[in-house]
């Protein structure tokens, strides 16, 4: 059964420092584990055989104890030029999802480049949100740190675009899978791995307190979203039973903190969901609560999910609740395109993949514009 065996360690998810540790314990130099990085970043083969100048011996080691890649592709949904949805299998037979999501000229100009990868960092999510069907399926682990960089390394293969910036919105809560995650964001970060800047990447939670203080103190500049999604103490234990363990003032208690040791201002993610936040009192609170602490507000009306009763507000109750905040100083955007308003939160949606022998297969999320 694929569920017992032994799975080997993929060569996408060690950091240099690993690797030259493990070249060290074989007798072998520094160089060849810029050698390897080089080919695996680089030149991206997808195996050892094709690493011609290294020598047979130790192209045998790293077989033995290394996977070359860790996903497979398995579908990709959506238009070239707008947002893409990338299916990958997981060697235990899972599945897990990264979204492609072009810049809007509309918000960035004509000649923005920025080319966003919306990545997952679990497959499911313990966190129980009652909007997000991720949650409602319950979690099943953690991605490595490999399946976490693969994502990127293999959507830039598949679809010959440069990613340049990260969200770590897809399915999952980030700060639940924190030291892999940071493993990982060592690799996308470095100059001998993907090379992306630790500016280009937002870090998403729901509220983990313990982990946004960890990352204030991770030496590297990324940027932080807070799936807000509520105000008050009433308003956010109602949809995210996190609230219940860390709550409203526990959690800016850590964003004030996050603001002490890093440059990056916060952004408050808030679905707008019909009768359940988007009060425009609960707008108020919240306007006073950005203000604190210097960050910008990301309205997203909310997208219907199959099985969900939840519903969007109309277009000029949003407009309304938006008007509350940028009276009161806040730097807010709300958008309306399909498609984009998935980079505004983490997991929303799970769907369910019929396989050729007829079973059916969990698989992440599929966003449905209402
Ligand atoms: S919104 Fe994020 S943290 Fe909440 S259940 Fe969904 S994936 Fe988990």
């Given at each position: 059964?694929?569920?017992?065996?032994?799975?080997?360690?993929?060569?996408t998810?060690?950091?240099?420092?690993?690797?030259?540790?493990?070249?060290?314990?074989?007798?072998?130099?520094?160089?060849?584990?810029?050698?390897?990085?080089?080919?695996v970043w680089k030149k991206r083969v997808s195996?050892?055989?094709?690493?011609?100048?290294?020598?047979?011996?130790?192209?045998?080691?790293?077989?033995?104890?290394?996977?070359?890649r860790v996903l497979t592709h398995v579908e990709t949904q959506g238009s070239k030029d707008t947002t893409r949805k990338i299916l990958y299998k997981?060697?235990?037979?899972?599945y897990v999802e990264s979204v492609l999501i072009p810049a809007n000229p509309?918000?960035y100009?004509?000649?923005s480049d920025r080319m966003t990868l919306c990545v997952s960092?679990?497959?499911?999510?313990?966190?129980?949100?009652?909007?997000?069907?991720?949650?409602?399926?319950?979690?099943?682990?953690?991605?490595?740190?490999?399946e976490i960089t693969e994502q990127i390394l293999q959507t830039e293969e598949l679809t010959g675009e440069k990613i340049n910036n990260l969200v770590f919105m897809g399915?999952?809560?980030?700060?639940?899978?924190?030291?892999?995650?940071?493993?990982?964001?060592?690799?996308i970060?470095?100059?001998?791995g993907l090379g992306i800047?630790?500016?280009r990447?937002?870090?998403?939670?729901?509220?983990?307190?313990?982990?946004?203080?960890?990352?204030?103190?991770?030496?590297?500049?990324?940027?932080?979203?807070?799936?807000?999604?509520?105000?008050?103490?009433?308003?956010?234990?109602?949809?995210?039973?996190?609230?219940?363990?860390?709550?409203?003032?526990?959690?800016?208690?850590?964003?004030?903190?996050?603001?002490?040791?890093?440059?990056?201002?916060?952004?408050?993610?808030?679905?707008?969901?019909?009768?359940?936040?988007?009060?425009?009192?609960?707008?108020?609170?919240?306007?006073?609560?950005?203000?604190?602490?210097?960050?910008?507000?990301?309205?997203?009306?909310?997208?219907?999910?199959?099985?969900?009763?939840?519903?969007?507000?109309?277009?000029?109750?949003?407009?309304?609740?938006?008007?509350?905040?940028?009276?009161?100083?806040?730097?807010?955007?709300?958008?309306?395109?399909k498609g984009h308003?998935i980079d505004?939160?983490?997991?929303?949606?799970?769907?369910?993949?019929?396989?050729?022998?007829?079973?059916?297969?969990?698989?992440p999320m599929k966003i449905?514009?209402?």
């Amino acid at each position: 059964m694929i569920g017992l065996r032994v799975l080997k360690e993929s060569i996408t998810s060690l950091t240099k420092e690993d690797l030259t540790a493990w070249m060290k314990e074989r007798g072998e130099t520094a160089f060849r584990s810029n050698q390897v990085l080089d080919w695996v970043w680089k030149k991206r083969v997808s195996s050892f055989d094709a690493m011609s100048n290294l020598s047979e011996p130790l192209r045998e080691k790293l077989v033995e104890a290394f996977d070359a890649r860790v996903l497979t592709h398995v579908e990709t949904q959506g238009s070239k030029d707008t947002t893409r949805k990338i299916l990958y299998k997981l060697r235990d037979g899972r599945y897990v999802e990264s979204v492609l999501i072009p810049a809007n000229p509309a918000l960035y100009g004509e000649r923005s480049d920025r080319m966003t990868l919306c990545v997952s960092s679990q497959v499911g999510c313990a966190f129980g949100c009652k909007f997000c069907a991720s949650g409602l399926a319950g979690f099943t682990r953690n991605l490595t740190a490999g399946e976490i960089t693969e994502q990127i390394l293999q959507t830039e293969e598949l679809t010959g675009e440069k990613i340049n910036n990260l969200v770590f919105m897809g399915m999952g809560e980030p700060m639940a899978n924190l030291d892999n995650l940071l493993k990982g964001v060592e690799v996308i970060t470095s100059d001998w791995g993907l090379g992306i800047g630790a500016r280009r990447l937002t870090i998403s939670t729901s509220g983990v307190v313990p982990g946004i203080q960890r990352l204030a103190d991770f030496p590297k500049q990324v940027r932080l979203a807070i799936s807000l999604h509520g105000a008050t103490n009433e308003t956010r234990s109602k949809i995210m039973p996190v609230n219940k363990k860390w709550d409203v003032s526990e959690l800016f208690k850590a964003l004030n903190y996050w603001n002490e040791h890093k440059k990056q201002r916060i952004t408050l993610e808030y679905i707008l969901i019909k009768d359940v936040n988007d009060n425009l009192d609960e707008a108020k609170v919240l306007a006073s609560r950005a203000k604190e602490i210097n960050a910008k507000v990301n309205l997203i009306p909310y997208n219907t999910v199959e099985g969900l009763e939840w519903e969007r507000p109309s277009e000029t109750h949003c407009r309304r609740f938006e008007k509350e905040l940028v009276n009161r100083g806040v730097f807010t955007t709300l958008r309306f395109e399909k498609g984009h308003d998935i980079d505004a939160a983490c997991g929303q949606l799970r769907l369910k993949k019929e396989t050729s022998d007829g079973l059916i297969e969990e698989a992440p999320m599929k966003i449905k514009s209402s």
